[in-house]
């Protein structure tokens, strides 16, 4: 597999510490691995992070997709000439997590000249399947952004 990544390599720190002010550092998001064409992050299933009736909230595994998958977009292009913005968002939640931690690791399906779709799994720490998301990207002008 071809390297997707428009530098050599992806500073996690730094993607971490971008989402500090904003919705991600808010429900604890960390960027944890990546490899040729895929990009792995870690959420806390915490009180930030469940419903009132104590398992993960759905919209936090929307927020986790969202994250990696725009984040991962973002990655591939060159941000002094595009940006990318998300078009659609789905996600289905397979089973409930109360505790401990959830990994999505994102995948581009296709990479085009004005959209990219990417595939976002996100397991417990046992590795068991909690959703399934998908997102589509356009790749914008900077000008346009």
Not at 22 to 31: A, D, K, Q, R
Request: negative net charge; aromatic residues 6%; glycine residues 8%.
């Amino acid at each position: 597999m071809t390297k997707i990544w428009f530098h050599d390599t992806l500073d996690l720190n730094a993607l971490t510490a971008n989402g500090d002010n904003c919705m991600p550092g808010n429900v604890g998001i960390e960027f944890i691995d990546f490899g040729d064409d895929w990009i792995k992050t870690r959420m806390p299933v915490n009180e930030r992070t469940k419903q009132p009736y104590g398992r993960l909230h759905g919209g936090a595994s929307v927020v986790l997709a969202e994250t990696i998958g725009s984040v991962g977009a973002a990655m591939t292009i060159d941000q002094s000439k595009f940006a990318v913005v998300g078009m659609e968002i789905n996600a289905n939640h397979i089973r409930p997590v109360k505790d401990g931690y959830v990994y999505a690791v994102a995948r581009a399906e296709s990479m085009g000249r004005t959209t990219q779709i990417w595939s976002i799994r996100i397991e417990d720490e046992a590795g068991k399947l909690v959703c399934i998301s998908r997102i589509t990207m356009a790749v914008i002008s900077i000008e346009r952004a």
